[in-house]
């Protein structure tokens, strides 16, 4: 048997195990399950980290805070030493839009071995877990 009839046999197999032996992933008569009782919805906490942002936030942020989750959810906003009033502005937009609640931080100067964008990240999981327990725990 030849190299090319052992390459169509193997993509052969491999389209007739995703076809066949994924659960039929494609089909679009599948529904997720109907909505789940609000209590048992697990608790999502969003990190965003944003440094000199201020440009960027009334298109974003709005659309975050107006998320509908019907479990606990809360919103970290990480300031990662903006000089354009990136956290002032993301508490306006909060008290003026409303929605889920903003925690707005400035972690200050990344330790030795960090870079600005993951430290603010890092920093941001850390505030997370600190949350209430009702809310990402």
């Excluded at 399950?33 to 942002?53: F, G, H, I, L, N």
């Excluded at 990662?80 to 937009?93: F, H, N, P, V, Y």
């Excluded at 030795?112 to 990240?121: D, E, N, Q, S």
């Amino acid at each position: 048997m030849s190299a090319v009839a052992w390459i169509a046999a193997g993509s052969l197999a491999a389209w007739l195990w995703l076809l066949l032996g994924q659960g039929f992933f494609w089909r679009t008569d599948v529904h997720l399950p109907p909505r789940r009782d609000p209590e048992r919805w697990p608790s999502v906490c969003v990190v965003v980290p944003a440094r000199d942002e201020a440009a960027m936030l009334p298109e974003s942020l709005p659309s975050l805070l107006a998320q509908d989750y019907p479990g606990p959810a809360e919103i970290f906003l990480v300031d990662d030493g903006s000089t354009d009033g990136t956290g002032e502005l993301a508490r306006a937009l909060a008290e003026r839009h409303g929605g889920l609640p903003l925690t707005v931080d400035s972690p200050g100067e990344p330790p030795p071995g960090w870079t600005g964008k993951l430290w603010a990240v890092r920093h941001g999981i850390t505030l997370a877990a600190r949350g209430t327990p009702s809310t990402c725990s």
